[in-house]
């Protein structure tokens, strides 16, 4: 039995309520936290794909009452604003594609949780992520969850060492079938509630109309030119677009029309055959590695560009403290800036980076 203790990041959701459960049962003191990152109490913001909403906290807490756990909500509105939303809308101001779930688990979950935790005597943080933890000796290493289906090591290749030595996932052994089953056993409220998958302050994906909502500004069309330069049409806003994206350009065309590249000083967006959506090769800054402290010369890997990607084979170099190259086998479609690019060796996670 460990008389350690452990802050539970409870999302209202089955998988951390089942690891708030599997800490327990380990015999840590546990202390349930959910965080309030915005205001999606109002009725159309109240929306089971997503996660914070009112009804969320109110499972956690159940959950908490039901584990003899105490429960808090910490009030992160303002962080989370100026960390994940206010860099949600310069990104696509800029031409690139965030990934504002990443952003939220490296500046909040487990970095102003992680110094909470601190003020609470807690020797560890844990979520309810499909990933493992673990220390080979020299280093900890992130390594998938047992899971193929549910790993979420891609959102979590930022994690510093002294992070990772106080996270634990304790649903990192398990597949997705068997929490539901113990959240069913224990009689959890949220034993059969579906998974989030929408970003939280975007309930319902349009994320053109929340910027403008957000900011007041209109962002003002433009020319889709094809890849030799020629005025195709006229775009919506430059927001409104994502590369690889084929529905809703407005284009008639003998042939499929797909984003391939945004120009925001000339506020146009360049549209493309599906052959050329394919590169082989990408620059990643703000990097960080796990697996290793620095890559000394070229290694041969496997990369994920994208969450719900194969990984595939590539050659990375590492070109100084902050940046990568990464050179595919084969070409890979609709690389996109913004997104991470993140590097297995089998199981384990070497590192990551934004791509540019």
Not at 59 to 69: I, R
Not at 132 to 147: A, S
Request: glycine residues 8%; proline residues 3%; aromatic residues 10%.
């Amino acid at each position: 039995m460990s008389n350690q203790k452990a802050l539970i990041a409870m999302s209202g959701g089955v998988d951390s309520s089942v690891a708030a459960f599997l800490m327990k049962e380990r015999g840590y003191e546990c202390i349930g936290a959910t965080m309030k990152l915005h205001d999606n109490t109002k009725e159309d913001m109240e929306n089971e794909k997503t996660c914070c909403s009112l009804s969320d906290v109110e499972d956690a807490k159940a959950v908490s009452y039901k584990l003899h756990m105490p429960y808090y909500v910490f009030n992160y509105k303002d962080q989370f604003e100026k960390a994940v939303i206010s860099k949600f809308i310069s990104s696509y101001e800029s031409g690139a594609t965030p990934n504002p779930c990443i952003d939220c688990n490296r500046f909040l979950k487990f970095n102003l949780l992680l110094n909470r935790a601190k003020e609470l005597y807690c020797d560890y943080v844990i979520t309810g992520h499909y990933a493992r933890v673990e220390f080979n000796g020299e280093r900890y290493i992130l390594k998938k969850g047992m899971d193929e289906t549910k790993d979420q090591s891609y959102v979590l290749y930022f994690l510093s060492q002294s992070q990772l030595s106080r996270i634990q996932f304790p649903l990192g052994e398990y597949r997705k079938s068997e929490i539901r089953k113990i959240a069913e056993e224990n009689g959890f409220v949220n034993a059969a509630k579906k998974d989030s998958q929408d970003i939280c302050f975007v309930p319902d994906g349009d994320y053109a109309k929340f910027i403008e909502n957000y900011t007041g500004k209109r962002y003002e069309a433009g020319d889709f030119v094809s890849t030799n330069g020629e005025v195709l049409g006229k775009h919506k806003g430059i927001i409104r677009y994502t590369i690889g994206q084929r529905k809703g350009l407005g284009i008639s065309s003998d042939k499929p029309l797909y984003v391939c590249s945004k120009n925001v000083e000339e506020n146009t967006v360049t549209l493309g055959s599906s052959e050329s959506l394919f590169t082989s090769e990408i620059i990643a800054d703000d990097i960080n590695l796990i697996s290793v402290a620095s890559i000394e010369s070229p290694i041969h890997v496997k990369a994920k560009t994208r969450y719900n990607m194969k990984e595939q084979p590539c050659t990375v170099t590492q070109l100084d403290e902050n940046h990568l190259k990464i050179v595919f086998d084969e070409p890979q479609r609709a690389i996109t800036k913004g997104q991470a690019v993140v590097l297995y060796d089998g199981d384990i996670i070497v590192g990551g980076g934004t791509i540019k």
